[in-house]
């Protein structure tokens, strides 16, 4: 009895197992994922780590995280057991030196280039081919990928910053630059650049990020982390850390956005945005309102967007640009019987011409002197025109031909007068991580959808 009591003493006076206020966690400056800002580390895995903490009633916080050098704590995570390096690219060649959680998120290593460019690639023999000029930071994975693929030394352009090499990018020193993805869209909004003036051209690495901790770390405190990550994805704290949800507004105008027979809004624009936020991992909440409405909140409430959009001048300064989404003719129409001789707008200024409250259509032709009669909604005017409260209707050539079908309304063509293309237009207050990651999948899903 003694010797039993004694060893069951022996054990209650061995240590327990240390939670993870045991580990040391230490990060570097990599944007949007980890990085520091007036002296606060920021980022998406630092937000990650906290709510790991909260999960695991870890008596830390993002203030206990260590912030050295890359090669620092990649050193020190490598020889010090209890270390937490974050965020760590999983590669085959570091898979055996470390214990991973994660994954946090997926890091592409894109070749970007201006949108207006026009640069198409489908692999990098079109790049050698092109002989395009490529910005890359030495001794990064974007340069060391390039090299791999024997693209040639003339055709690289070292920077001596990412800063500098996005410069170079925006001034047509170089055609591409090759890095991550999201880490470049989070810097041209530092930058006050418009994302939407760039796009992700092809895709030359991609992989996971994890928290990496050293192989000699007690292996419990490693699956219990995985745990608390796995129920934080399970529950969707990942997409509020991203944002949280935003109120996506539309209005009833087919093809691009519009309500099905079950109540669904739907539409070209619609599916593209719900395929690019699955993909980015965010939620929105599509509503579907008055369209001078939906404009109106995204102008004032925060939080709020609206699509599909028409970016025009006078709309620049008011919102987020995400897209574009979908391009559209602008035309104007009459009854298909009816004795209208007219190819242009300004052969339109005698007429009585219909369009809706707050369209971008409207009022470029009321810009151009043609006398606009405004309904509420753009399915009101198949009605006005049918009735001969109007002459003539200008919009989007296919929304004219697609409601004319379903009200059974014979219409012509008159002419057409401007081709544009239709965005998502977000209040400011809507966060920079959910902007860039949504426009960074959205080209993606773009690119997908135009390979053959």
Known sequence: MKKWLMSMLALLSLPAVAGLEGLTFITEE????????????????????ERI????????SRKDILYYPWARGYDTALSE??????????????????QWVGPIATDRVTLIARRDSDIRLDDIADVIAGGYRIAVIR???????????????????????NVSALRMLERGRVDLWTYSEDV???????????????????????????????PRTDPTLVAKM?????????????????????????????PYNYEDGNGRITGTSTELLRAALEAAELDADFRLLPW?????????????????????????ALFTWIGPLISSTWAAFALA??????????????????????????????SQGVPIVVASAERENIGRLRAGLIDAWVTGEETAWLLAEEAGLSLQRLFAFNEVDLYLACHPSVPDQFVTRLQAALDRALAEAEAP
């Open 30 to 49: 990599y944007p949007p994922y980890n990085y520091r800002q007036d002296d606060r580390l920021e980022g998406i895995s630092v937000e990650l780590l």
């Open 53 to 60: 903490f909260r999960v695991t009633d870890t008596a830390r």
């Open 81 to 98: 057991p209890g270390t937490v390096l974050f965020s760590t690219t999983r590669t085959e060649q570091r898979e055996p030196l470390f």
């Open 139 to 161: 001794e990064d994975i974007g340069a060391q990928r390039l090299q791999e693929a024997g693209v040639p030394d003339s055709q690289v352009h070292a920077a001596i910053s």
């Open 184 to 214: 470049a869209f989070w810097l041209m909004n530092e930058e006050n650049l418009p994302t939407t003036d760039y796009v992700p051209a092809l895709t030359i690495s991609e992989s996971d990020l994890y928290y990496a901790l050293n």
């Open 226 to 254: 995985q745990e608390a990550l796995n129920r934080l994805r399970e529950d969707g704290v990942l997409s509020v850390i991203l944002g949280g949800t935003i109120a996506f507004n539309t209005e009833e105008y087919p």
């Open 292 to 316: 001078a409405r939906a404009y109106t909140e995204a102008q004032l409430r925060e939080r709020h967007c609206v699509y599909s959009t028409t970016r025009t001048p006078e709309r620049e």
């Open 337 to 366: 019987d009816a004795d209208i001789d007219a190819d242009s707008l300004e052969d339109l200024q005698e007429l009585r011409v219909g369009s809706f409250r707050e369209d971008a259509v409207g009022h470029y032709a009321a």
